[in-house]
């Protein structure tokens, strides 16, 4: 799934990009912005039975001149990770 802000979007605030859901270690309380310009592939990945997780979602976020050579780079590093039941 690919994620861009709108020209104008906003998310009942003043600022000037919206807000994504982050990795808390990455950016402190688990939210972060995507700023205009910015694009982001969102993968979700359904994990296998027997994990307390069941969905994994894995965002890539680039600037838009460097969107398409960072997505070209992303599949090997999702498709690598494993995932085995307890």
Same mark, same amino acid.
């Given at each position: 799934m690919d994620v861009a802000v709108a020209p104008g979007a906003s998310?009942? &605030?003043?600022?000037?990009?919206?807000?994504? $859901?982050?990795?808390?270690?990455?950016? +402190? =309380? +688990?939210?972060?912005?995507? &700023?205009?310009?910015?694009?982001? =592939? $969102?993968? $979700? $990945? &359904?994990l296998p039975e027997g994990l307390t997780t069941r969905i994994l979602? %894995?965002?890539?976020?680039?600037?838009?001149?460097?969107?398409?050579?960072?997505?070209?780079?992303?599949?090997?590093?999702?498709?690598? %990770?494993?995932?085995?039941?307890?």
């Open positions: 998310v009942c &605030d003043d600022s000037s990009s919206s807000l994504v $859901l982050a990795h808390a270690n990455d950016v +402190g =309380r +688990g939210w972060t912005r995507l &700023d205009p310009g910015s694009h982001m =592939r $969102l993968y $979700l $990945l &359904d979602a %894995i965002a890539v976020v680039a600037p838009e001149a460097r969107f398409e050579n960072v997505i070209e780079a992303a599949p090997p590093v999702v498709d690598s %990770i494993e995932f085995q039941a307890p």
